[in-house]
């Protein structure tokens, strides 16, 4: 396969010294607006085991609670990709932190389940324009050869915030209870907010930007004739198999992904015997090692088109090689006692996140236009939030159904960790604006008539 030339420039160490750090400071912010979304949203599956009782939750309930938040968290993907291109990051993202740390503080009033429900359908909608946000970010703040440790950057975010809610809502539980955790996670939110706003401008209206840096993120980018283009309707993306391919990808990923953020510490608890010291403590640990595990993967992308080879090979090496080895998730349900056990999903959450370092940094690859950046995010965000709805009720109704056995349903999401390597090896062509007759690109789906 003819590789897909690389752009001009991919710069030098030297010279990043040189351009300065302003990037890596906004790219530092979308981490911890991440970190803030995942330690809300996983703030019910750490609090689940100790709120069933007093609310009369079931599993299957608890896995329709622990779903519904997706409901309209994908849904909204779409409309929010195309807000975030049309009012930019800083608006959005406050917007969006804002109203989830309502939602999140609401939970802590809850009454039951209608009601748990109900707010988790507001929490859904006010963290839909996160991920869009950060892939915007990213495309604008970074050149081609710096997106993959920018994407991993931010993205690790989520595993932060996953890691750090185990200890965190542990301890809150333990002091305030299960309602004042959700109180005090969503206050969080609003400190972010007025930070958020005072610190973030886009790079030619930053005042903390040297030319320097100003010359190093445009390296890559699309040349000014390219950012005059206007952006296709965000239906249209729809035309390419690029985009199916990053649609049926994500959804794969997100499928095995979804149960360490949302069924893993019930599995700790139900299944391992843990009590709330060793969840706190031993639960945090896959998900702490995923993060520098995420950020080899952006390491090795940057590396490897420095090294002459192409933005499609470096995307899908650790896209496919991660996913691979994340099925090993398979051997985990039958594992002989708690450390194996926790040695084998700690390794299938590494080897996810590994692979997941390519992920945010395909939307700014593969835009036609600069305007279609977050929209092509939140594209693949309805399909990994899809598989987010769709796994923590398939594997509630398969604990049901086997008497709270966890093997069938981690086999099931090691053989949907195969399906994912096949669609990023197989469905994916190359790795280029989405329309463009460079070698390799993907032709668009014909309509139907």
Request: glycine content about 12%.
């Amino acid at each position: 396969m003819t590789e897909t030339p690389i752009p001009k420039n991919t710069g030098s160490s030297q010279g990043t010294r040189r351009a300065g750090g302003t990037r890596w400071t906004i790219i530092g912010m979308v981490f911890i607006a991440t970190s803030i979304n995942y330690l809300d949203r996983a703030n019910l599956g750490v609090a689940l085991p100790y709120m069933s009782g007093e609310l009369g939750l079931s599993k299957t309930s608890s896995g329709i609670l622990l779903g519904a938040f997706f409901w309209t968290y994908a849904l909204m993907q779409f409309p929010s990709g195309w807000l975030v291109d049309r009012f930019g990051p800083r608006r959005m993202l406050a917007i969006a932190v804002a109203a989830w740390s309502v939602a999140t503080m609401l939970m802590g009033a809850a009454t039951g389940f209608l009601v748990l429900i109900l707010l988790r359908l507001l929490l859904g909608v006010g963290e839909s324009p996160s991920y869009p946000s950060g892939a915007k970010v990213v495309s604008r703040w970074f050149p081609v050869h710096e997106r993959g440790l920018a994407a991993s950057i931010f993205d690790s975010g989520a595993r932060a915030g996953t890691a750090l809610s185990l200890p965190i809502i542990a301890a809150l539980i333990a002091v305030i209870g299960w309602r004042g955790s959700f109180v005090a996670a969503g206050l969080l939110g609003f400190v972010f907010v007025a930070v958020w706003l005072r610190l973030y401008r886009d790079p030619d209206e930053h005042p903390g930007v040297s030319e320097q840096e100003k010359a190093l993120i445009r390296d890559g980018q699309p040349d000014d004739g390219e950012h005059e283009r206007a952006a296709l309707p965000w239906h249209h993306l729809f035309r390419y198999r690029t985009t199916w391919g990053m649609v049926l990808g994500f959804f794969c990923l997100s499928f095995v992904l979804y149960f360490f953020i949302t069924w893993f510490p019930s599995y700790l608890v139900d299944a391992r015997g843990f009590d709330l010291l060793k969840l706190g403590i031993f639960g945090m640990l896959p998900a702490l090692l995923a993060i520098p595990a995420q950020w080899v993967g952006g390491l090795l992308q940057g590396r490897l088109i420095r090294r002459g080879h192409s933005v499609s090979y470096a995307r899908k090496v650790p896209l496919i090689s991660g996913l691979v080895l994340a099925s090993v998730i398979v051997f985990a349900g039958e594992a002989p006692n708690a450390a194996t056990a926790l040695t084998l999903l700690t390794i299938s959450y590494c080897a996810l996140t590994f692979a997941a370092s390519s992920l945010w940094a395909l939307p700014a690859d593969v835009a036609p236009a600069p305007g279609n950046v977050a929209s092509l995010a939140g594209i693949q965000g309805f399909a990994s939030n899809a598989a987010g709805l769709a796994s923590p009720i398939v594997i509630g109704v398969l604990l049901d159904a086997t008497g709270g056995s966890y093997a069938v349903p981690l086999a099931v999401a090691g053989a949907v960790a195969i399906a994912g390597a096949l669609v990023y090896g197989l469905v994916i062509g190359q790795i280029v604006p989405l329309g463009s007759r460079d070698l390799g690109s993907p032709p668009p789906i014909p309509r139907q008539t």
